[in-house]
């Protein structure tokens, strides 16, 4: 089994930064597609970034430019570095992983940004 488990989040003021870490751990394995999700309340869950095997990266469009996601050699860590962060921003994130066809995910991790 999979386990995933973020940390890093809390609150900050607008414009400040965060880094979010997301370590996998029980099953060895390389995770061929790593990533952060985030959802807002009465919203629905959104992409914030991906990284996959060869380390290409995609950002959603509100975080292009201010975010940024990276992984450990091993391929079971991944990072998001945020920075200039906005209120709209303020999401619980959740960090998820992908090992052939199985998707895991961890239980999340709340940013709150303040105006």
């Known amino acids: 089994q999979v386990r995933l488990e973020e940390s890093g989040g809390g609150l900050v003021q607008s414009g400040e930064s965060l880094r979010l870490s997301c370590k996998a751990s029980g099953r060895i394995v390389s995770f061929s597609h790593m990533g952060w999700y985030r959802q807002a309340p009465g919203k629905q869950r959104e992409l914030v970034a991906t990284?996959?095997?060869?380390?290409?990266?995609e950002y959603g469009e509100s975080v292009k430019g201010r975010f940024t996601i990276s992984r450990d050699k091993a391929h079971r860590t991944v990072y998001l570095q945020m920075n200039d962060l906005k209120p709209e921003d303020t999401a619980v994130y959740y960090c998820?992983?992908?090992?052939?066809?199985?998707?895991?995910w961890g239980q999340g991790t709340q940013v709150t940004v303040s105006s």
């Open positions: 990284i996959v095997g060869g380390g290409i990266t």
């Open positions: 998820k992983a992908v090992l052939s066809t199985s998707a895991f």
